[in-house]
């Protein structure tokens, strides 16, 4: 705790006094533009890997980068309800799902024997169920870091198919009025490979004369 005071005082006389109109803009409401749903992992820092603002992302974040598939028999988790604000609301267009490279929380879901001390955990990754059933059919045959690599793309996906049965999400796709992304982020490069669904690869997207594209020579299972 006490590390943490000195940036607290750094903070208000050196950033925050320096900037007191955006921060009294900030007081006056906000308009993110896009949900950010990442892993609670300490090294993932959203603001820094995109460069943005305070206000800009509406981060959610949990062990996995999860978010429960709708179920009419079970209360609306936290993801739910937190998605449905965005989206009604702040009126939030674009929804990011980032994984990561080294995720604890895939490498828990691929050795889910090992977690009888965690029984929480062991709970919650029951909702990455798919990933782990995807890993076991299509890619058993992989050494363990590729197939923990596998697991944390096939991850993202399979969340991405999960926001889609929340039913604030499912009538606005529909209408195309919101867009799904996944993205994975690798920490020791500090790359950011992005899902083509063309293609079905992540792919690095690299800035181009007319703005940026994918580049199909850079994807994150080969990098």
């Known amino acids: 705790m006490l590390k943490l005071l000195p940036g607290l005082h750094q903070f208000k006389s050196e950033i925050h006094s320096q900037n007191e109109k955006f921060f009294e803009r900030l007081a006056a409401g906000q308009s993110p533009d896009a949900i950010f749903i990442t892993c609670s992992d300490s090294r993932v820092v959203p603001n820094l890997i995109t460069q943005t603002d305070p206000g800009t992302l509406f981060v959610i974040r949990n062990a996995g980068n999860i978010v429960p598939a709708y179920s009419v028999d079970s209360d609306s988790p936290a993801e739910e309800a937190t998605i449905e604000y965005a989206i009604n609301q702040l009126n939030v267009k674009e929804i990011i799902v980032c994984g990561h490279s080294g995720c604890g929380a895939m490498t828990g879901l691929l ?113």
């Open 111 to 223: 050795q889910m024997d090992k977690l009888d001390s965690m029984p929480a955990v062991k709970k919650w990754l029951k909702h990455s169920e798919r990933t782990l059933d995807i890993i076991a059919s299509d890619y058993c045959d992989l050494d363990w870091e590729c197939k923990i690599s596998a697991a944390i793309q096939v991850n993202v996906l399979v969340q991405l198919e999960n926001l889609r049965t929340l039913p604030c999400i499912s009538r606005r796709i529909i209408n195309r009025e919101v867009e799904l992304h996944g993205w994975v982020y690798d920490i020791e490069s500090g790359e950011v490979y992005i899902f083509d669904p063309v293609d079905e690869e992540f792919k690095a997207p690299v800035k181009t004369v007319d703005g940026f594209e994918l580049d199909s020579a850079r994807t994150y299972s080969n990098k």
